[in-house]
């Protein structure tokens, strides 16, 4: 499995992005996606998450009631929107895939694959 992650870019305080992934490879299978970010000089840390049906979400506390994490698995496409963006926001932000399950996944040990990376600036 292969993730693409793309859509970063410049913003300032306030503003929106949305992050696209595309998923390519053996999509015949269901994956759990999640998305997770790095800031400089820290540690990776979990964003949002949902299972493979799609019917269950999570997020991590600085993100809840900003950001929201979908997908459309006929394109195998993941998006995470982000609004209301603030400067602790900044980082590259990660698309990562495990194989489906019912549960939610929120830690980066659990996930198998990796997307590159896309970095979002989030200016004041």
């Known amino acids: 499995v292969q993730l693409q992650a793309c859509g970063g870019g410049l913003v300032q305080t306030g503003g929106s992005l949305r992050l696209s992934c595309t998923v390519s490879?053996?999509?015949?299978?269901?994956?759990?996606m999640g998305w997770f970010r790095q800031a400089p000089g820290k540690e990776r840390e979990f964003v949002a998450a949902f299972t493979w049906s799609g019917n269950s979400t999570y997020y991590a506390d600085l993100v809840k009631g900003r950001f929201t994490i979908s997908g459309d698995f006929a394109k195998n496409m993941v998006y995470l929107q982000m609004n209301n963006l603030k400067s602790e926001d900044t980082a590259v932000y990660y698309c990562?895939?495990?194989?489906?399950?019912?549960?939610?996944?929120?830690?980066?040990?659990?996930?198998?694959?990796w997307g590159q990376g896309t970095l979002v600036t989030v200016s004041s």
């Open positions: 990562a895939a495990r194989r489906g399950s019912l549960a939610l996944y929120e830690t980066v040990d659990e996930y198998t694959y």
């Open positions: 490879g053996r999509t015949s299978s269901r994956y759990n």
